[in-house]
T-cell receptor, first 112, second 111 residues
């Protein structure tokens, strides 16, 4: 079983569309994250949830809305996709906010 | 706000050469330090971590890193690299419950 699974792995869509990326972890950890990795491989945190509550929201446009239905899931919904949203999005999780973070395989989003 | 700097953006080495990748951070308080590796097309995997104790930490695949508090540094080393070490390496610092990554170092090992 994969500890952190993201779906889909690849997502190609047109500008203006709305799309969602799902993340599930089976490690029983209480904190989940979304990161964006741009074309230059720079990784930046977008959101952090601890026990389903939003902890960190790092100046992300409000077109991005994370949703955590339970501790094991943190989904990312993106409205009105723009060209600049093209990136690889990584889900991660940890036990506590200072612990080791375990990353999913990433979702490569291409906006055309 | 904390920041993490990795000075080497691209490193090219021949097999069996020694490796040292620099990492410096700016944060005056207690930190947890990490090195992650991202092999081509894959997700990030933890190489090693420092939370407390011995400042010289050993990780997987023969990697080690040394925390020097006075220099705010956490450099990654490997005495003899292999072709399979070709990857992107990220230093990360957790302070105040937020993990901040450096810009990454792309390592290419020539066979």
């Amino acid at each position: 079983d994969t500890a952190v699974s993201q779906t889909p792995k690849y997502l190609v869509t047109q500008m203006g569309n709305d799309k969602s990326i799902k993340c599930e972890q089976n490690l029983g950890h209480d904190t989940m994250y979304w990161y964006k990795q741009d074309s230059k491989k720079f990784l930046k945190i977008m959101f952090s949830y601890n026990n389903k509550e939003l902890i960190i929201n790092e100046t992300v446009p409000n077109r991005f809305s994370p949703k955590s239905p339970d501790k094991a899931h943190l989904n990312l919904h993106i409205n009105s996709l723009e060209l600049g949203d093209s990136a690889v999005y990584f889900c991660a999780n940890s036990q506590g906010q200072g612990g080791i973070q375990y990353f999913g395989a990433g979702t490569r989003l291409s906006v055309l | 706000a904390q920041s993490v700097s990795q000075h080497n953006h691209h490193v090219i080495l021949s097999e069996a050469a020694s490796l040292e990748l620099g990492c410096n951070y700016s944060y005056g308080g207690t930190v947890n330090l990490f090195w992650y590796v991202q092999y081509p097309g894959q997700h990030l995997q933890l190489l090693l971590k420092y939370f407390s104790g011995d400042p010289l930490v050993k990780g997987i695949k023969g990697f080690e890193a040394e925390f020097i508090k006075s220099k705010f540094s956490f450099n990654l080393r490997k005495p003899s690299v292999q072709w399979s070490d070709t990857a992107e390496y990220f230093c990360a610092v957790n302070a105040g419950n937020m993990l901040t990554f450096g810009g990454g170092t792309r390592l290419m090992v020539k066979p």
